[in-house]
């Protein structure tokens, strides 16, 4: 029973580091994903067609 006693706050902790370091990786994720997506729409509207059409030469 004393094996649970000392074990038991390393394990709360670890788990604790886990659930920090899973959302803070689960926001980097969202937070890149939000950039691309940003970064292609941005790209989309600066490559579109020029607005007085072909220039002839």
């Not at 990786?25 to 969202?30: G, H, P, T, V």
């Not at 939000?34 to 059409?53: D, L, M, V």
Request: charge should be neutral; charged fraction near 20%.
């Amino acid at each position: 029973m004393e094996y649970i006693a000392v074990l038991a706050p390393s394990i709360v902790v670890g788990l604790i580091f886990w659930f920090a370091m899973k959302s803070i990786f689960n926001a980097d994720k969202s937070e890149r994903q939000a950039e691309a997506r940003a970064q292609a729409e941005a790209n989309s509207k600066n490559s579109g067609p020029s607005p007085e059409g072909p220039v002839a030469k």
